[in-house]
């Protein structure tokens, strides 16, 4: 419905410049975010892929016999116009990665392959349900396990959670306060526009007008100088461009240290492409988003960890339109200064008919839950019983993956 997505794109910044602008004023008077034992004022952004990633292109088993004639055309090899970039001696990075290639060397970035939610069946809106929420089945969607996660905190370091888009992901959506900034793709309206709004609600509401005054500050420090909008601009440089504004928010002194943010556009059906193509220029676009974070955190990447997730895999075996079908194992990224990385964590299931799942998907010998439970018990200090009771309820089994973290 194209009408209503218009209207949505036209109104939600401006209640971001508004009522986010309050939530922005309300920084300076929070408690700094920061593990004292340690020194430490860590920074954790989350980023969710919808639409299902195929791990098995972004990180290919170049070492398993059986890869290549099940990605068929569009599987990556090691060699040719345009190889896969090595990480080991079993596994290679799609080429339109070379900036997670390089965080990789650094030991800033890590891949967990044949990973996935406990989700076991093939609805993106199930799936994404399940991924953002926390919970083991879909259908309890008032809260997602960010949000949660922030109202565990202790009370001392409790911050505002940043929400980077048009709506708030549900993975930051809760009792936990937050605060939105997405790009306006609109021109701006002139300085002394905005100065004379300030003016008039300043005389009739003072609190709207203190609003307004946050939020055009807000702006302000997400856009910068350099970031003008760029009508009609292409996905790639979308990605890098809410990357560039949410790394600006979160290195401000008294911005938000908790951070989440979906990309769209992953279900690759048809057309995918290998070394080139659809896929490739998606994976470019968060590869280069990766890389703003990076360059826009400065000193404070040395703390940071991002997570990037998706709602399942796709199927090891391409389909006749030179796609991929939904599937169940995938792979989840992770970087950042903070980040134990230079390695591939995988417990590989191979790809064998009778080892595929139902005869058709990579098996997952990982549970996200897991990994997303070592992320926030080693970077943001909560307990397993924390994580298993309320971040992430019923998972009590799904233990802590240890070692994720320097």
Same mark, same amino acid.
Do not use: C
């Given at each position: 419905?194209? @009408?209503?997505? +218009?209207?949505?794109? !036209?109104?939600? =910044?401006?209640? $971001?410049? *508004?009522? #986010?602008?309050? %939530?922005? /004023? ?28 195929? @791990?098995?292109? +972004?990180?290919?088993? !170049?070492?398993? =016999?059986?890869? $290549?004639? *099940?990605? #068929?055309?569009? %599987?990556? /090899? ?329």
């Amino acid at each position: 419905m194209p @009408g209503r997505d +218009t209207r949505s794109s !036209l109104l939600v =910044p401006r209640r $971001a410049l *508004l009522l #986010g602008g309050a %939530a922005f /004023a309300a920084w300076a008077y929070a408690p700094k975010f920061a593990r004292a034992e340690a020194g430490r004022d860590p920074r954790l952004v989350v980023i969710i892929l919808r639409g299902a990633l195929d @791990g098995l292109a +972004t990180v290919a088993p !170049l070492g398993d =016999p059986d890869y $290549a004639a *099940l990605h #068929g055309a569009i %599987a990556l /090899a090691s060699d040719g116009a345009h190889p896969a970039l090595p990480l080991d001696a079993m596994f290679g990075l799609h080429p339109a990665m070379p900036e997670f290639a390089r965080m990789y060397r650094d030991k800033h970035a890590a891949v967990v392959h044949a990973v996935a939610t406990p989700y076991r069946e093939r609805s993106h809106f199930d799936g994404q349900d399940v991924l953002e929420s926390g919970f083991a089945g879909p259908g309890r969607v008032q809260s997602g396990w960010l949000n949660r996660a922030l109202e565990a905190l202790p009370r001392g370091e409790r911050v505002n959670g940043l929400a980077v888009g048009p709506t708030t992901p549900l993975v930051l959506r809760g009792a936990a306060p937050t605060v939105g900034w997405a790009p306006v793709n609109l021109p701006n309206a002139a300085d002394d526009t905005a100065m004379r709004l300030v003016d008039l609600y300043q005389q009739r509401d003072p609190a709207l007008a203190a609003a307004l005054s946050q939020g055009l500050l807000l702006d302000k420090i997400a856009q910068g100088d350099e970031m003008k909008p760029k009508p009609g601009g292409n996905p790639v440089a979308a990605m890098r461009q809410v990357a560039r504004g949410a790394a600006k928010l979160m290195a401000a002194d008294d911005g938000p240290r908790i951070a989440a943010l979906a990309f769209d556009g992953w279900d690759t059906h048809a057309n995918e492409g290998g070394p080139v193509g659809r896929l490739a220029q998606l994976l470019s676009g968060l590869d280069g988003a990766l890389a703003e974070f990076e360059t826009g955190l400065g000193a404070h990447w040395r703390d940071s960890a991002i997570v990037v997730a998706t709602e399942f895999g796709r199927t090891a075996k391409i389909n006749g339109t030179s796609g991929t079908d939904h599937g169940t194992g995938t792979v989840a990224l992770l970087a950042g200064g903070a980040v134990n990385g230079g390695r591939v964590i995988a417990d590989w299931p191979g790809l064998k008919p009778a080892q595929l799942f139902e005869a058709r998907d990579l098996v997952p010998t990982t549970d996200l839950r897991g990994i997303l439970k070592g992320v926030l018990r080693d970077h943001l200090g909560l307990s397993e019983r924390v994580l298993a009771d309320s971040v992430f309820p019923d998972s009590a089994l799904v233990k802590p993956v240890a070692g994720l973290l320097v």
